[in-house]
Structure formats: C-alpha cells, structure tokens
C-alpha cells in the first residue's frame, strides 16, 4: 500500500499549513524531519511564499525547532529570479514584492526600475502600497509582460484567518490592465524540476507533501512525482471528496505520515 512511499528518496515539503501555522508547529512535525534523516532520505523546503526570502526562512526554520541548511530551501522567489535570468535577460523589471523579494532577485542579477519596465514582477507583497499598484498597471497596459511568483490566493493564518496572497494582488491587476501572469511557482512543474536537479533525485522517486490541492498536489502531478495531501492546512475531506485529480496518499498530518514511513 505504501510502497511507493517508502521508495521516495528526496521529500519535498510546504511549509506554512504543513509543518507549521504562523509560529504554531505542529505536533510531530520536527519528529517527522528527524525521521527522515534517520531513514537517510533527503528532504528540501518548499513555499510558494514570495514574501520572504531564503535566508529568511533558514533562520525562522532553525527558530521553530527543525533541522535546516541554507541548500534545503527553494522558494517561489528563486525560481522567479532563474526564470527572470533565463528568459528576460537584462530587462528593467518592476516589483509588486516586499524587500526581502528584492533582496532575493537582486543575488540572481536582477535590474529595477520605478520609471519604465520591460517585465513587472509580483509576488505576496505584504508591503502593498497602492502607488505600486498604479505602475504596475501602466506598464502593463503599456506593454510589460507579466510575471508571478505564486498564484495562492491566500496565506492561511492561526485562528482560521488568512491574508490576501499573490493570486489575489494578481486579479486586482489583472482586472485594471487584461493581462494575466505567468505563475512561476506551484503548480507549474518546473519548480519541481528545479527541485530535482538540485538534488539530483529523479521525479519519480520524489514525494511532494502539501495542504493544498491546487498548489502542492497539482505541483507534484505535473511534475510526475508521488504527491501526500495532509488535512493540517486547507484542504479538507470534503474538498477531496470533489478533487478531478486525487492525491496518491492522504495522511491527518505529516506526525501520521511519520508514523508510516518509520514503520518496517
């Protein structure tokens, strides 16, 4: 029943929902990580959160209890400045991103801009003010192309809260200019594949685990890769009841996914 479980060898984890909710961790969740170190898998740190950047969640990581090195961690935010590297070589580019977002693209050698640009950049831009909002839109209506770091919607918070999220800064966008994003992380599966050649860890034996269905599920289903829904986050039974695409392995959360895979 789990086999194909138990033959993941490079685990690949969400974060906020999944191990934690703000500075709440989950029970059994720095036990989970200890496990597969003691199994000998590896394991990498996942966020579609564009807000903050790597080193960032290295320290908050470290802060929380769970064992972390700084090459154990991609965000949405390094994909997007690989992307920008790739694609958009040179070009000016506007951000509807935090500092940190800055900070993160600048060490991929990008170039801002307040006065023109040839891309604008989003991200979960917890910094929002609205004279980013109007450039954005001007440049876009004038021609930049639009690229965004994640489509979440929302940030889910502790006490059932959330926070409006790249996806939701994108539709304003969106709405006032016509043009839609290019989303950069989950589900597009191309930063699972980043994943792999970081890793050196083919997709097939890699395991995706997540609480959302159209972000971390859809992720490791494009990518190929064995994906595990858990219900600490967004998701619930209800919503799996409906999903057009099914997780492989459903688990309470990752303290029962623990159990599992430390079972012989």
């Known amino acids: 029943m789990y086999k194909r479980l138990k033959e993941c060898e490079l685990f690949v984890l969400d974060m906020d929902g999944t191990l934690y909710l703000g500075d709440?961790?989950?029970?059994?969740?720095?036990d989970f990580l200890r496990g597969l170190e003691t199994l000998g898998k590896q394991f990498l740190y996942l966020t579609n959160n564009s807000s903050r950047a790597a080193e960032d969640y290295v320290n908050?990581?470290?802060?929380?209890?769970?064992?972390?090195?700084r090459e154990q961690v991609l965000t949405s935010g390094m994909a997007t400045g690989l992307y920008?590297?790739?694609?958009?070589?040179?070009?000016?580019?506007?951000?509807?991103?935090?500092e940190a977002l800055r900070r993160e693209l600048t060490a991929y050698g990008i170039t801002f801009s307040q006065d023109d640009a040839d891309v604008v950049?989003?991200?979960?831009?917890?910094e929002l003010v609205y004279e980013k909002l109007s450039k954005a839109v001007r440049f876009l209506r004038r021609g930049a192309a639009f690229i965004a770091a994640n489509p979440d919607w929302?940030?889910?918070?502790?006490?059932?809260?959330?926070?409006?999220?790249?996806?939701?800064?994108c539709a304003l966008l969106?709405?006032?200019?016509?043009?839609?994003?290019?989303?950069?992380?989950?589900?597009n599966q191309?930063?699972?594949?980043l994943a792999a050649d970081l890793t050196g860890v083919p997709n097939e034996r890699i395991c995706c685990v997540g609480d959302r269905l159209y972000t971390d599920i859809a992720a490791a289903q494009n990518a190929g890769t064995v994906s595990v829904c858990v219900l600490s986050g967004e998701t619930s039974r209800e919503m799996l009841d409906t999903a057009d695409l099914p997780?492989?392995?459903?688990?309470?959360?990752?303290?029962e996914l623990h159990q599992v895979l430390m079972k012989a």
Do not use: H, N, W
């Not at 908050?60 to 090195?69: I, M, V």
């Not at 920008?84 to 935090?98: E, M, S």
């Not at 191309?190 to 594949?193: A, E, G, H, L, W």
């Not at 997780?247 to 303290?255: G, I, K, L, N, Q």
């Open 24 to 30: 709440e961790v989950f029970p059994g969740a720095v």
């Open 60 to 69: 908050r990581l470290r802060k929380l209890g769970f064992p972390c090195e």
């Open 84 to 98: 920008l590297q790739d694609k958009y070589p040179g070009a000016r580019v506007f951000l509807v991103g935090t």
């Open 121 to 126: 950049v989003a991200g979960f831009d917890t």
């Open 154 to 169: 929302v940030c889910p918070m502790p006490a059932g809260e959330v926070l409006p999220d790249c996806g939701s800064i």
């Open 174 to 187: 969106t709405a006032a200019s016509g043009k839609e994003p290019f989303y950069i992380g989950k589900p």
């Open 190 to 193: 191309s930063i699972i594949d």
């Open 247 to 255: 997780p492989d392995y459903v688990f309470r959360d990752v303290a």
